[in-house]
């Protein structure tokens, strides 16, 4: 399984753009990388999915570097309500993939 | 319905009892997870069901815990004789069929609002 490692928290002020880093040395060939966004006492919820160079959709961008070791996803001008943990989750089906342990990001006024 | 479904929301049970956990997925969605999240932590892989294919068991921690999808639709994830270290949000997660892409890819997880299990 690829093991993911992220920052535990970050800070960030409304407004600013901010960049959370995930590392997946051991990413399969086949895998994807995703990211999930958790509010507390709600599951999950999908933000994006790549498998390399640069997806981008409504909310964020993800930028997957040409080793694929490593995947950052970029927020642009977050708001207070862009306070979540974010997940960075890397494999196949979920069932065989690992969700990392998260990144606290708190957004201040 | 428009969302997967879990119940009990909350559940308090002294130690050593049975619990069981209940999840509805997303109508017509084929695969079927259940995690578990302990205060604080990240998302733990306990089990996966996949269409008729034989569960993925390989996340489950003990032989107390079980689970089962009826009809390709319902699961129960069911803990016996619970633990105190068994205190945990419990969430389940479908998936629709045909997002795949490429070879084993994830698409897109959709997360009920978990059960949050408390043992005393």
């Known amino acids: 399984l690829a093991k993911t490692t992220q920052p535990i928290s970050m800070d960030s002020y409304e407004g600013q753009e901010v960049n959370i880093t995930c590392s997946h040395n051991n990413i399969a060939t086949n895998d994807y990388i995703t990211w999930y966004q958790q509010f507390p006492s709600q599951g999950p919820r999908f933000i994006i999915q790549?498998?390399?160079t640069k997806v981008t959709n409504e909310v964020a961008s993800l930028f997957i570097p040409a080793d694929r070791k490593s995947s950052t996803l970029s927020l642009p001008r977050v708001s207070l309500s862009d306070t979540a943990v974010y997940y960075c989750l890397v494999g196949g089906r979920a069932g065989k993939s690992t969700f990392g342990d998260g990144t606290t990001l708190t957004v201040k006024p | 319905g428009a969302g997967v479904s879990q119940s009990p929301s909350n559940k308090v049970t002294e130690k050593g009892k049975d619990v069981e956990l209940r999840c509805d997925p997303i109508?017509?969605?084929?695969?079927l997870y259940w995690y578990r999240q302990s205060l604080g932590q990240g998302l733990e892989f306990l089990i996966y069901?996949?269409?008729?294919?034989?569960?993925?068991k390989s996340g489950l921690p003990s032989d107390r815990f079980s689970a089962e999808r009826t009809g390709g639709s319902v699961s129960t994830l069911t803990i016996q004789r619970t633990q105190q270290e068994d205190s945990a949000v419990y969430l389940c997660a479908s998936i629709a069929p045909g997002t795949y892409r490429l070879a084993d890819p994830t698409g897109e997880l959709f997360f009920g609002e978990g059960s949050r299990l408390t043992v005393l």
């Open positions: 109508s017509g969605h084929t695969a």
């Open positions: 790549g498998y390399k």
């Open positions: 069901f996949q269409g008729n294919s034989a569960p993925d």
